[in-house]
């Protein structure tokens, strides 16, 4: 009594049990780890020694690159990917669709004798031209303005992809138009790291510090789901929308907590680690696997690495993720919520900055009281949050993350800082006009003659918190597993910049009028305490005090993405960006029309999806049901037995279909509004009359999926993808 997908799935998990992973995964080594990437050491051993220094300070110190080490590099290059057997090369970048694109070239090339050389020039290495018509711009570039140019960013080392198909080595590249503008996501990333290096060293070097550079850190914390592949072909909605659209709560889902860091599955782990041996090979540092807590959910997190190659490496764990897991049978599920009632899925962002010295500026030390420096920075990141608290909850609006922000372990669209007990009691100082102590968090006993004493903590995590401090770095946790990093990160980069841009400003100015250094450090952090204290929230973000008390303070709560995109391009936005040269006028309010046309999009793909399955599954479904259970009372009338809860039922499931067939139409008549015009006004309509009709219409369709038999619904179930593994 099983859905035709079920009984494949369970066949196919039955036959996997039997006879194990196709392949026993080998040892691995710390000689793995970026074999296949153009590393420093690879650098070192491949180019000559002026060349190697010169690439080094371009990467280190971010010095131009002249074209004859272009030159040198593309033929190290060139050879050490042959010796890995490539064939052809990439440019690979990130458009404004949100995934990656490239292109791939032969290192082979003709000659006039009709043989062939292996060439790979400088100018190859450096530029690329892919057409740039057929990728979002925002109306920066019109369809037939077809010139776009890659450019190789020497800072993210390239790396080779192996496969049974072949083995292509890929050049981590910018993507700009012929007009010069960005159309990528790495562009402005790599401006908004040199704006905050700027203004970071201004105030390093009123501290006295010699470092001449200030890069920014993450680790994303990826989250995702795994399910059978037979249940994932014969969903529509997973396969066309990546979230189910129907699908009714199953008897057990997540509340008995038994998921969370529970056994791994061996099918799931076998697919996990061929993930992790792919990752590992091109320089991924991934350390972390578990269980996450809704069932079929989990998540693989990396250690920490600068900002841009962090960038290129998540969506490179996406990838991975999506392409491996057919491998084992499996579909990986990166929508931020694929299963209603559940978790969904977010891409935590530990971000931080350090310096050319090697010092992470966000380390409080054993006495952050005392430790003016640290408190200076983490002044201009609270300063930072609250100033453009709209622009961070905008970077990281979408249609699917509309669907998780505010819920099931999930920050709220509030944004709101988390520092804990130690950092709040310092700032309450601070603004009282002194610091006198650090509150410790001393030993914890565990009552167990046989266990160690751990070091407690200062204070606790707050895991309702968008924004949270956590020891030496802030998490930004309100980013969505589906999307990259670059954003959130651009956006975080270019707020703390405006941040440290003012510092700079107001203590170089009182510096020259005489001060005394600490004591302008002193005045200056009471006033940017006293002035942002509202963005501090350390209770839990879920609770309707919270959104009173909120409003109170004044901070925003943009409550869906039509909320929240219009920040993009507000005049404080194009303010800040055009200050710092990340992004200009032109560029955000392109970046504006494409988010509100990706979310216009999405929602018609997901209604007219709605409408597909309503039809020719459900509905389908329903009459036959109701065919049966009419069948069987006019049965039972005919034989002289009537059965009052049989003719209940049959009215029951009657007001059923009748119900769902009404609302069916209405969703196709709300579909059909023509959205010619403008995109906000068009966003809205799509939320405020779509969205709520495919809830309507949903409410329906799971009440009957309640009642049709199992062995004639047409669809897997909660039940089915969430617990068959």
């Given amino acids: 009594m099983a859905s035709a997908a079920s009984r494949e799935a369970i066949r196919a998990i039955r036959d996997w049990a039997v006879n194990g992973p196709v392949a026993r995964p080998t040892p691995r080594s710390a000689n793995d780890f970026g074999r296949l990437v153009f590393s420093d050491a690879v650098q070192r051993i491949k180019l000559p020694r002026d060349v190697y220094k010169r690439l080094r300070r371009t990467i280190n110190r971010g010095e131009p690159l002249d074209e004859s080490v272009a030159d040198a590099v593309a033929v190290a290059v060139k050879d050490w990917a042959l010796e890995h057997g490539a064939t052809h090369y990439t440019h690979w970048f990130q458009p404004l669709t949100g995934i990656t694109a490239e292109k791939h070239d032969a290192f082979l090339s003709p000659t006039p004798d009709g043989k062939a050389v292996t060439e790979f020039s400088g100018k190859e290495l450096i530029k690329g031209e892919p057409d740039a018509s057929s990728f979002p711009s925002g109306g920066m570039r019109s369809t037939f303005e077809a010139r776009g140019y890659t450019a190789w960013d020497p800072t993210s080392p390239p790396w080779i992809y192996k496969t049974a198909s072949g083995t292509t080595l890929v050049i981590p590249t910018a993507f700009i138009s012929w007009t010069g503008e960005s159309l990528d996501k790495k562009t402005p990333l790599l401006r908004s790291i040199e704006a905050l290096s700027k203004q970071a060293v201004r105030v390093l070097k009123l501290f006295g510090s010699k470092a001449d550079r200030v890069t920014t850190t993450c680790g994303p914390e990826q989250e995702y789901f795994l399910i059978d592949a037979h249940f994932y072909y014969t969903r529509p909605d997973l396969i066309g929308a990546g979230r189910t659209l129907f699908g009714a709560k199953p008897p057990k889902g997540q509340e008995l907590e038994d998921q969370y860091f529970g056994s791994i599955p061996e099918r799931v782990l076998a697919c996990m680690r061929e993930v992790e041996d792919e990752l590992y090979a091109i320089g991924v540092p991934v350390k972390t696997r578990h269980n996450e807590v809704a069932p079929s959910q989990y998540e693989i997190a990396p250690i920490f690495e600068q900002a841009n190659v962090a960038t290129d490496h998540q969506m490179m764990v996406m990838e991975t993720l999506k392409r491996v897991a057919p491998k084992h049978g499996l579909a990986c599920l990166l929508h931020e919520k694929p299963f209603a009632g559940i978790n969904g899925s977010g891409k935590h962002v530990n971000w931080s900055m350090g310096d050319s010295e090697g010092n992470n500026l966000l380390n409080p030390g054993d006495t952050p009281h005392d430790n003016i420096q640290f408190l200076v920075f983490c002044a201009a990141v609270m300063r930072a949050v609250n100033k453009y608290q709209g622009l961070l909850r905008m970077s990281v609006a979408s249609a699917g993350n509309d669907h998780r922000l505010g819920a099931n372990e999930a920050p709220p669209a509030i944004i709101s800082i988390f520092l804990g007990d130690m950092l709040t009691g310092i700032f309450e100082q601070i603004e009282k006009g002194a610091t006198r102590s650090t509150t410790h968090g001393g030993l914890l006993e565990t009552g167990v003659d046989v266990l160690p004493k751990l070091p407690r903590d200062a204070g606790d995590r707050n895991r309702t918190s968008p924004f949270a401090f956590t020891g030496n770095k802030f998490e930004f946790r309100a980013v969505s597993s589906n999307q990259s990093i670059a954003f959130p990160n651009i956006v975080l980069n270019v707020a703390v910049a405006d941040s440290l841009d003012y510092i700079a400003t107001e203590l170089e100015k009182a510096v020259e009028k005489g001060a005394d250094f600490e ?115 006019a049965a039972g009338k005919a034989a002289g037995v009537q059965s009052k809860e049989a003719k209940k039922l049959l009215v029951h499931v009657t007001k059923l279909v009748d119900a769902f067939k009404q609302r069916t139409e209405a969703l196709t008549i709300a579909i059909a509004h023509e959205g010619n015009g403008e995109s906000l006004k068009h966003a809205k309509y799509m939320r405020d009359k779509i969205v709520p009709a495919m809830a309507a219409l949903r409410e329906v369709g799971d009440a009957i999926e309640s009642v049709v038999p199992s062995n004639d619904w047409p669809l897997p179930t909660y039940r089915e993808m969430l617990f068959i593994k």
């Fill in 519 to 633: 004591d302008a450090v002193g005045k200056l952090l009471v006033k940017l305490t006293k002035e942002n204290k509202q963005i501090i929230f350390n209770g839990n973000n879920y609770s309707d005090a919270w959104q009173k008390e909120a409003s109170k303070r004044g901070l925003l709560n943009l409550r869906n993405t039509v909320d929240a995109l219009p920040q993009l391009a507000s005049a404080e936005a194009v303010k800040l960006f055009e200050a710092y040269k990340v992004l200009n006028k032109r560029e955000l309010e392109a970046r504006l029309e494409i988010n509100l046309e990706t979310y216009n999009k999405s929602i018609n793909v997901e209604a007219q999806t709605m409408v597909l399955m309503a039809n020719r599954y459900i509905l389908p479904a329903a009459l036959g049901y109701l065919t049966q259970v009419a069948q069987s009372v």
